[in-house]
């Protein structure tokens, strides 16, 4: 075990991984006073070796690392990977492949929804994990070898779990199952935000196109000014204060100043003269330009007994199948079924029609039915 601080070492590392069959990787990072994450340790192994890089050094170049995880002949082994993944594409535009997320595996082979690693850690290598400097600022240098050793625990011991639960996919012939969910996590474009999206995160309740004209203005000004200061768009305006703002709709500067969670200063701000300038501009919008307000309507009072019984099928499905809930469908799904038998639903296709749409459809076209054996819930076909 080492922590690299030498571009020459590191490229050295990554010669020899890249002849590896796979690589378990783990990153620490910080991100509550930035908008993008503080890359600030990567901990990397594979069979004979174990490192930690410590990206912080001065002068060091991750280009060999970042290579290392576009060379597709290195399987890497992560495990819940979105964060990592993202803090990879803001930083140098890579996404790593082949990718082998343990947590998505995990849920594959019937360990439940979104175990977490320590958790996994017990039960596939049967040891407790010491979480003591969870806390740790990874920022802060020297780091301790308690620190370093709690960070490189999240690779070596990912490297057997990464061999269990491969043979376990093997041996139940889900190695295509869990390549259909991997597939999802490689979309460069999903780990960034553009500005003219963002209001896509905020939870708008109103159902006024041109209060929802001025969200959109106002929550694309804010990621932008978030993206280029790098601080958390909160720190540039808080959720309430853009949808109060939206509502309020001040038309000069001056009204700023009575509305709360605004700074004292932000009225006479470039910020404040555009938010009055967006504000005008979506009240001045033709109405055939307001942005088309799409809501899925609420189920139907009369399909919640069919949703229930959904809901029971499915944990019989994923019991039996030994596979976790949140693979095959969530209530939404089960709503969709409800009102429709051909649904646009991933549990209405594939393998998971296989294991579960089939006997939903069925269900609900009383082909099958429930009862109670041993103390038991058993699905049973009904003979016409």
């Given at each position: 075990m080492s922590v690299i601080t030498s571009s020459e070492v590191l490229k050295a590392l990554c010669d020899r991984l890249s002849t590896s069959e796979y690589v378990t990787v783990d990153t620490e990072f910080l991100r509550d006073k930035t908008y993008y994450s503080k890359l600030c340790l990567i901990?990397?192994?594979?069979?004979?070796?174990?490192?930690?890089?410590?990206?912080?050094?001065?002068?060091?170049?991750?280009?060999?690392?970042?290579?290392?995880?576009?060379?597709?002949?290195?399987?890497?082994?992560?495990?819940?990977?979105?964060?990592?993944?993202?803090?990879?594409v803001n930083m140098a535009g890579v996404v790593p492949k082949p990718l082998f997320d343990s947590q998505i595996a995990a849920m594959v082979c019937g360990f439940g929804d979104?175990?977490?690693?320590?958790?996994?850690?017990?039960a596939l290598c049967n040891k407790p994990l010491d979480k003591s400097t969870r806390f740790t600022d990874w920022s802060r240098r020297p780091l301790t070898e308690r620190q370093i050793d709690y960070a490189l625990g999240d690779v070596t011991h990912l490297r057997v779990i990464y061999k269990k639960l491969k043979l376990?996919?093997?041996?139940?012939?889900?190695?295509?199952?869990?390549?259909?969910?991997?597939?999802?996590?490689?979309?460069?474009?999903?780990?960034?935000?553009?500005?003219?999206?963002?209001?896509?995160?905020i939870k708008i309740r109103n159902n006024n196109r041109r209060f929802n004209a001025i969200v959109h203005k106002i929550a694309e000004w804010r990621e932008a000014e978030a993206q280029r200061r790098n601080i958390p768009r909160n720190r540039v305006m808080r959720d309430e204060v853009l949808l109060e703002l939206s509502a309020v709709?001040?038309?000069?500067?001056?009204?700023?100043?009575?509305?709360?969670?605004?700074?004292?200063?932000?009225?006479?701000?470039?910020?404040?003269?555009?938010?009055?300038?967006?504000?005008?501009?979506?009240?001045?919008?033709?109405?055939?330009?307001?942005?088309?307000?799409?809501?899925?309507?609420?189920?139907?009072?009369?399909?919640?007994?069919?949703?229930?019984?959904?809901?029971?099928?499915?944990?019989l499905v994923c019991k039996s199948e030994n596979v976790a809930p949140k693979l095959i469908a969530n209530v939404e799904d089960l709503e969709k079924i409800a009102e429709n038998d051909n649904a646009d639903v991933r549990a209405l296709k594939g393998w998971r029609y296989d294991i579960f749409g089939k006997d939903a459809q069925a269900l609900k076209n009383g082909e099958v039915a429930f009862a109670i054996r041993n103390n038991e819930i058993v699905i049973f076909p009904i003979e016409n």
């Open positions: 901990q990397i192994a594979n069979d004979d070796e174990y490192h930690a890089i410590d990206t912080l050094a001065p002068g060091l170049d991750l280009t060999p690392f970042y290579d290392l995880m576009e060379n597709e002949k290195v399987v890497k082994v992560f495990h819940a990977a979105t964060q990592d993944i993202e803090i990879f979104s175990i977490g690693y320590e958790k996994l850690v017990l376990q996919l093997a041996q139940s012939g889900r190695e295509n199952w869990l390549s259909e969910e991997i597939t999802g996590l490689l979309d460069k474009d999903s780990y960034t935000i553009q500005p003219e999206n963002a209001w896509k995160r709709r001040p038309t000069h500067t001056n009204a700023l100043t009575s509305v709360r969670g605004l700074g004292a200063n932000f009225a006479s701000s470039g910020g404040g003269e555009y938010i009055i300038k967006a504000i005008k501009e979506s009240l001045d919008m033709p109405e055939d330009q307001l942005p088309v307000i799409s809501r899925r309507k609420p189920p139907s009072q009369n399909t919640d007994p069919i949703v229930e019984l959904l809901k029971v099928l499915l944990k």
